[in-house]
């Protein structure tokens, strides 16, 4: 067995790990795994050198040129741990260059369950609309320690929804001068940076007499360049390639033809399991020309008085109810060819698949607003996280909450068509 630290045992975690990184195309062909082990010089002759400070490879090593910052306020990171082992992951030159700093790497659940090294004015590097501008507050304002996440933006969400010690922080955030370096990884906005060039801005804006920050951007730059004319010689890495603005995880059916679009919603009849549950009302709305669709289902067991008051129907109107037979073909002759149903949940898109309506292609807002926020429960929280007014209740519910989904599909549109600015809850985290 290879003793850990190694140069043996590196390699052998390198194989095991990172075995994908090791080739570059058509420069020699990749070995069969199954010899690979077979002995240790059989290894060495597929196996790159590779520096376990930078994690670069030992012929692009850089670590001669990030410098040593005697950096006042702390850095705390917090490493999502599947940026553990990225190549071009800059939270650990950030480690190796500043004299205080300490990098931590784990499971969101690990992280809320273990106390942090907080200190007691620690704040948060995190965008968000009550977060301050770091340039702009006075020395007694300063934190001592600064909290970073690094990660995706997505794995940034989650970690500070898991981590309950963070979430009580002081949030502040940077305005960068200038678009994100990061041309070797791709982006999901222009304006994205990179843990390093946060971290860099962080710090100017904080102690901008510390000596030796702007040589860490340096570095950083050197790496990328390095590895782009690296990239043009062999072939093998994709290059940035830089987003269209203002469309991030919306699907691009729903900012087409509006004639096209169907919003829906349904309620069901209450106590049963989602594969049983049957539409007890189902209203819909075209909406490029406005058409309505509305239909009420008999329902083999009446409704209690409590379900008809929480559903606020009508009780005059419950004896029109129309069969599940008729439902269907009143729905199937509202569809036309080529629609696409808009629904909140996928529950409401299930009443369609248990009661065997025509279920054309679903999109579901929840998972498309799932993508910026996740701390919402239900149309009326996420009206109020978008920053919309509620509409006024009119008709029964199922009516008012198809009036909510509208109102949401129409934001979403107008946010893709740039008609709404930046907000910074649907901006991208800096990471």
């Known amino acids: 067995m290879a003793i850990p630290g190694s140069?043996?045992?590196?390699?052998?975690?390198?194989?095991?790990?990172?075995?994908?990184?090791?080739?570059?195309?058509?420069?020699?062909?990749?070995?069969?795994?199954?010899t690979l082990c077979a002995t240790g010089h059989q290894v060495e002759e597929w196996i790159r050198e590779r520096c376990y400070d930078c994690w670069r490879p030992a012929s692009a090593c850089f670590c001669d040129a990030i410098p040593r910052i005697d950096n006042q306020t702390s850095i705390l990171i917090l490493q999502h741990v599947g940026e553990r082992s990225h190549p071009f992951n800059t939270a650990r030159i950030v480690r190796k260059?500043?004299?205080?700093?300490?990098?931590?790497?784990?499971?969101?659940?690990?992280?809320?369950?273990?106390?942090?090294?907080?200190?007691?004015?620690?704040?948060?590097?995190?965008?968000?609309?009550?977060?301050?501008?770091?340039?702009?507050?006075?020395?007694?304002?300063k934190p001592s320690q600064l909290v970073m996440i690094d990660g995706t933006w997505h794995q940034a969400h989650t970690m500070l929804r898991d981590v309950p010690q963070i979430q009580s922080l002081p949030r502040y955030r940077i305005s960068p001068a200038s678009p994100g370096r990061y041309r070797i990884r791709r982006e999901p906005h222009l304006h994205s940076l990179s843990?390093?060039?946060?971290?860099?801005?962080?710090?100017?804006?904080?102690?901008?007499?510390?000596?030796?920050?702007?040589?860490?951007?340096?570095?950083?730059?050197?790496m990328i360049e390095e590895q782009?004319?690296?990239?043009?010689?062999?072939?093998?890495?994709?290059?940035?390639?830089?987003?269209?603005?203002?469309?991030?995880?919306?699907?691009?059916?729903?900012?087409?033809?509006?004639?096209?679009?169907?919003?829906?919603?349904?309620?069901?009849?209450?106590?049963?399991?989602?594969?049983?549950?049957?539409?007890?009302?189902?209203?819909?709305?075209?909406?490029?020309?406005?058409e309505p669709f509305s239909a009420l289902i008999h329902q083999n067991q009446p409704l209690s008085a409590s379900h008809v008051a929480h559903m606020r129907l009508s009780i005059a109107g419950l004896p029109t109810a129309v069969s599940e037979q008729e439902f269907r073909r009143q729905w199937q002759t509202f569809l036309r060819p080529h629609d696409t149903l808009v629904v909140y949940h996928e529950r409401t898109a299930q009443l369609l698949r248990n009661s065997n309506a025509t279920l054309p292609r679903c999109l579901t807002l929840k998972s498309i607003f799932g993508k910026w926020r996740c701390n919402f429960q239900n149309l009326e929280e996420l009206l109020v996280a978008a920053g919309m007014d509620v509409p006024p209740l009119t008709g029964c519910r199922a009516e008012h909450r198809?009036?909510?989904?509208?109102?949401?599909?129409?934001?979403?549109?107008?946010?893709?068509?740039?008609?709404?600015?930046?907000?910074?809850?649907?901006?991208?985290?800096?990471?």
């Open 402 to 431: 198809l009036q909510m989904a509208i109102r949401v599909v129409q934001h979403l549109q107008d946010y893709a068509a740039g008609q709404l600015g930046s907000r910074a809850w649907m901006s991208p985290l800096s990471s």
């Open 228 to 290: 782009l004319d690296h990239s043009a010689s062999q072939a093998a890495w994709r290059r940035r390639k830089v987003r269209p603005p203002n469309h991030r995880g919306i699907p691009r059916s729903l900012l087409e033809n509006p004639e096209r679009l169907v919003v829906a919603y349904g309620e069901a009849t209450p106590g049963q399991t989602p594969n049983e549950r049957l539409p007890v009302n189902w209203f819909a709305q075209r909406l490029g020309s406005g």
């Open 7 to 34: 140069r043996e045992h590196n390699i052998s975690l390198l194989v095991t790990y990172r075995a994908a990184d090791c080739f570059v195309e058509g420069a020699i062909p990749k070995p069969n795994l199954s």
């Open 97 to 141: 260059s500043l004299r205080q700093c300490h990098l931590i790497t784990d499971h969101n659940q690990r992280f809320g369950q273990h106390e942090l090294p907080l200190a007691p004015d620690a704040g948060l590097l995190y965008p968000a609309e009550s977060a301050r501008d770091l340039s702009e507050l006075t020395e007694d304002e």
């Open 195 to 222: 843990t390093l060039e946060a971290t860099a801005a962080a710090l100017q804006a904080l102690e901008p007499e510390t000596e030796s920050i702007d040589q860490l951007i340096t570095a950083f730059d050197r």
